[in-house]
């Protein structure tokens, strides 16, 4: 495999955030830590906000920190930041897209908020505000405060986006309603179908009219499989057992060569957030091809298998609308895995529209599908029918 080959295949699964953001994050702030008093409180509640920007297109970017919960049903304290369009907000207030994003690390400083260029990482994020859309960004639970992060555990993701969405209805004089639409992107795609899946029994008081899902992370355990061959696959594998061992104890020392851990712990360490992060993550991954698992398929093995299972994502409420975008590119999220998980919701009875983009991979399809996916949104909020391709 080439050197151009292999930074390729390690910038997709960068995604869009490496195209544009070119600086080291910001360091961390007493901001992300909470105090167990400070936590105590209801999900969705806000422990304390700071301004970010003022400038953003006349928008209004206030970073938060907000409690949620936990995969063992305790408190935890959540970052994200809240942006609010300029202007006065409709009656019911500002209707919010929740945006999900895709992967920029497994460690605490990796969290989008403490990006140099946040705003720059959500996509048509001008079109939403001169829509009139208020937006939500979570950074997820252990990104931003302290870790472990529960990197593609989707019950953590789901309710994190959902609690965002309470925190910014919350936020004193925004004027931001509960009407949601959910939007993310391979990470962000599986947190936002699994915060449809919990929305009614999580957060009843957030109502979710549609959700679209770029590339999402749908059948992990396949997700593994397919990739395990690409350096671009092992770094994503190598994340997964190294944040499941913190999660859930499960550890990778039984499925990774002893000579490996070190790599992987330094791959931990490396956001995915800055054009440099490429070449570091590049170097691992080609380090990966020459040692790295004790087994052709962990994924086969418990209690891998077992968690692979319990986070990949199911049917969901069939009056939620969905759309999903796809790269017949991607190398990352493999399209005829997303294909068979739409087919999958068209036959529980939801209306599921797909986009494909030939040619686009896993990085940029967030991006060439910004347009068709505001406007599907906006279409969401004023109360349209929703297109459909299941009768196809």
């Known amino acids: 495999m080439s050197d151009k080959l292999l930074s390729a295949i390690v910038a997709a699964l960068l995604s869009f955030v490496a195209l544009f953001a070119v600086s080291a994050a910001n360091a961390q702030t007493p ?22 920007s003022d400038s ?60 140099i260029f946040f705003h720059q990482q959500i996509p048509g994020l001008r079109m939403m505000l001169e829509h009139g859309f208020a937006i939500a960004a979570t950074d997820y639970p252990g990104l931003g405060t302290p870790g ?40 962000g795609g599986q947190a936002v179908l699994y915060a449809a899946k919990l929305a009614k029994s999580y957060a009843p008081d957030v109502s979710v009219l549609g959700l679209v899902a770029a590339a999402p992370a749908t059948e992990l355990g396949a997700l593994m499989r397919d990739d395990i061959a690409t350096a671009g696959g092992k770094n994503l594998l190598a994340m997964t057992l190294w944040s499941w061992q913190r ?8 499925v990774i060569v002893p000579e490996a851990i070190p790599e992987v712990d330094r791959l931990a360490n490396i956001c995915l957030e800055s054009i440099i992060d490429i070449r570091p993550r590049a170097t691992i991954g080609k380090d990966f091809q020459e040692q790295f698992l004790k087994t052709k398929d962990p994924t086969a093995l418990e209690p891998w298998k077992r968690l692979l299972a319990e986070n990949t994502i199911g049917t969901l409420p069939p009056e939620i609308p ?11 999220v493999d399209p005829p895995v997303t294909k068979a998980y739409a087919d999958r ?24 599908a910004a347009k068709p996916s505001v406007d599907w949104i906006a279409d969401r909020f004023a109360g349209k029918e929703a297109p459909t391709d299941c009768n196809n």
Not at 347 to 364: D, F, K
């Open 322 to 332: 969905i759309l999903i975008a796809q790269g017949t590119a991607d190398v990352v």
């Open 56 to 115: 953003w297109f006349g928008a209004r970017t206030v970073r938060v920190l907000y409690r949620s919960t936990g995969l063992k049903g305790e408190p935890i304290a959540v970052s994200g930041a809240v942006i609010v369009p300029g202007g006065t907000p409709p009656p019911g207030g500002w209707p919010v897209v929740a945006w999900a994003h895709p992967t920029t690390g497994i460690v605490p400083h990796c969290a989008p908020t403490l990006a």
């Open 148 to 187: 472990p992060h529960p990197y593609l555990v989707g019950e953590s993701e789901g309710r994190a986006v959902l609690d965002s969405i309470r925190a910014a209805h919350a936020l004193p004089e925004a004027g931001i309603g509960t009407r949601t639409v959910l939007w993310g992107h391979s990470q």
């Open 247 to 254: 999660v859930f104890g499960a550890p990778m020392s039984e």
């Open 345 to 368: 919701l068209c036959l529980a009875g939801n209306t599921v529209e797909m986009l494909r983009y030939p040619g686009v991979g896993h990085g940029m399809i967030s991006r060439d």
């Open 31 to 52: 901001f992300y830590q909470a105090s167990p008093t400070e936590i105590a409180g209801p999900p969705g509640s806000v422990i304390r906000t700071e301004p970010m």
